[in-house]
């Protein structure tokens, strides 16, 4: 079956522009999660969600970060205001649940260069 | 807080070699331990995962062993090859955490003819 897909593949912008970045899951999957990876910090958690409870919004950099998940299903990451510290792959994950023990299937990610 | 701590690399082994990437951890609760694996060009994924104390995971011939009395999840293979060359990452997710990933930095493995 399909996979997480995100969208785009690759975003350049430029300094203090925001972006949006489109994750969809895996069909059924309740559970959504965003990480960051970059050379200097690694694969960093970001925010999750989780049907219809509130996010846990406890990764993210900054208040330049946002997401929303709409219907619980389709994932939208913004950045505002982008800065050069923010270029990343940006990643997204969907599991079936919530336990720990739970897989996370991921997408391919979308590179976000900011010049 | 919880933190994962693998071997740096880069690794690189011939053909055949036996393989062994070193994952230590750390957490507040009763973790799940995974190994993911990102060949060049292509996004993450699972490898093996255990989730409990002395679960042995495997998969493709690579295994890995819970072990909490010394809180490590070491990846082995007994004979590479060229097509395993990646960046293996260890990761936990912790019981008092829900189910969020706390990731190593990655090891790159390069395997050679």
């Known amino acids: 079956g399909a996979g997480v897909s995100q969208s785009p593949s690759n975003k350049v912008t430029e300094k203090g522009k925001d972006v949006e970045l489109r994750c969809d899951p895996i069909s059924g999957h309740t559970a959504l999660y965003w990480y960051r990876q970059s050379l200097g910090q690694g694969l960093e958690f970001l925010i999750y969600f989780q049907g219809n409870s509130a996010p846990d919004k406890s990764g993210l950099p900054s208040d330049r970060f946002s997401a929303e998940r709409t219907g619980g299903s389709v994932s939208t990451l913004t950045i505002q205001r982008t800065q050069q510290e923010d270029s990343a792959v940006y990643l997204c994950a969907s599991s079936p649940g919530q336990n720990w023990g739970d897989t996370q299937y991921f997408g391919p990610g979308t590179r976000l260069t900011v010049l | 807080g919880n933190s994962v701590t693998q071997m740096e690399g880069p690794v690189t082994l011939s053909e055949e070699a036996f393989l062994t990437i070193n994952c230590t951890y750390t957490a507040t609760g009763y973790p799940s331990l995974f190994w993911y694996v990102q060949y060049p060009g292509e996004g993450l994924q699972l490898l093996l995962k255990?989730?409990?104390?002395?679960d042995k995971g495997s998969n493709k011939g690579f295994e890995a062993t819970y072990r909490k009395e010394t809180t490590s999840f070491h990846l082995e293979k007994g004979s590479v090859q060229v097509s395993d060359s990646a960046v293996y990452f260890c990761a936990l997710s912790d019981s008092g955490t829900a189910s969020k990933l706390t990731f190593g930095t990655g090891t790159r493995l390069q395997v050679t003819l």
């Open positions: 255990a989730t409990k104390a002395d």
